[in-house]
């Protein structure tokens, strides 16, 4: 059975705007890959798949979940998300 490692990557990035530094950061990720410069990165520790984290959404904070659920790794093949952000969804239907 695979293991998950949570990676983080740490990189400074001047950009006039989000939309410039998403742009800006995959430049040095393909850099930082095809050099194999593994000083911006840390291996944080293994995760398990099946027990909560917290996932941080951009608009209602955090909430609780399993990997697998918001990944849709799951017998329903669903992939959730925000729980606030599919109520709102479902009113406006």
Request: positive net charge; aromatic residues 8%; glycine residues 14%.
């Given at each position: 059975m695979k293991k998950v490692f949570r990676i983080s990557y740490y990189d400074e990035i001047e950009a006039e705007n989000e939309q410039e530094a998403c742009r800006v950061l995959l430049q040095h990720l393909e850099k930082d890959v095809k050099w194999k410069d593994l000083t911006v990165w840390?291996?944080?520790?293994t995760i398990d798949m099946n027990v909560p984290v917290?996932?941080?959404?951009?608009?209602?904070?955090?909430?609780?979940?399993t990997p697998?659920?918001?990944?849709?790794h799951n017998p329903e093949k669903?992939?959730?998300?925000?729980?606030k952000c599919g109520d709102e969804k479902r009113r406006e239907e």
């Open positions: 840390k291996v944080e520790k917290e996932i941080t959404c951009k608009t209602h904070g955090g909430f609780m979940m697998n659920d918001h990944r849709g669903v992939a959730y998300g925000c729980p």
